[in-house]
């Protein structure tokens, strides 16, 4: 299979403040998504990413397939981006492979 | 509300006895997947139907484990004879095919195995 490596895997920021969070993966894909996972465990889609650069508000995500890596970006933290979130890729078509994930905690 | 539905969203039952949990699809979608996610872990793969064939199957479906999605709309998962290490979060996904396959999730089914 295919190896994803999140990073940090836990993050603790002030309100207001700005993150990046990275995922690598060790093969090329054809899917990449982001999701942000709630505190009742419901998957929220951010990206549909396998390259290039979305925006959608106050987040943004990178993807550079040739390089194995995508960075989700995070600007102005409110306490209501807590939670986890999570790098996922399809390999061969198929399955998901998801990251372990990163925890955000962010402070008022 | 057009998203993946799943149910019921919480179980408990008592080691030995046998569980079917259900996932309604977006409509229209011909790729459903299940995935397993332990507490502090990332979801992995179960199973996917493209339509009511099921194309692949993950080691981490023992022969307790079985899915069905007998007209290509929702599926079912079983798990019978269930054990403790079975407690988990039941996760199911639908995309609309296998060129764009953006994956959309539901809410999950939360299993407590006694």
């Known amino acids: ?108 | 509300d057009t998203g993946v539905s799943q149910n019921p969203r919480h179980k408990i039952t008592k080691r030995g006895q046998n569980v079917t949990f259900r996932c309604d699809p977006i409509s229209e979608h011909n790729r459903l997947y299940w995935y397993r996610q332990t507490l502090g872990q990332g979801p992995e793969f179960l199973t996917y139907f493209q339509n009511e064939a099921q194309l692949e199957k993950s080691r981490l479906l023992s022969d307790r484990f079985s899915a069905e999605r007998p007209k290509g709309s929702f599926s079912t998962l079983e798990i019978q004879r269930t054990e403790q290490g079975d407690s988990a979060m039941y996760l199911c996904a639908s995309s609309l095919s296998v060129s764009y396959n953006e994956q959309f999730f539901g809410p999950g089914t939360r299993l407590t195995v006694l």
Request: hydrophobic share 30%.
């Open chain 1, 1 to 108: 299979g295919i190896q994803v490596e999140q990073s940090p895997p836990d993050l603790i920021l002030q309100e207001g403040a700005n993150s990046t969070l990275r995922c690598n993966f060790s093969d090329s894909v054809n899917n990449l998504q982001w999701f942000h996972q709630n505190p009742w465990g419901q998957l929220i889609n951010l990206f549909y990413i396998p390259s290039g650069t979305k925006q959608n508000g106050r987040l943004s995500a990178t993807t550079v397939a040739t390089e194995r890596y995508s960075l989700l970006y995070i600007s102005s933290s409110q306490t209501t981006d807590s939670g986890v979130y999570f790098c996922a890729v399809v390999y061969n078509f198929n399955k998901f492979y998801f990251g372990s994930g990163t925890k955000l905690n962010v402070k008022p």
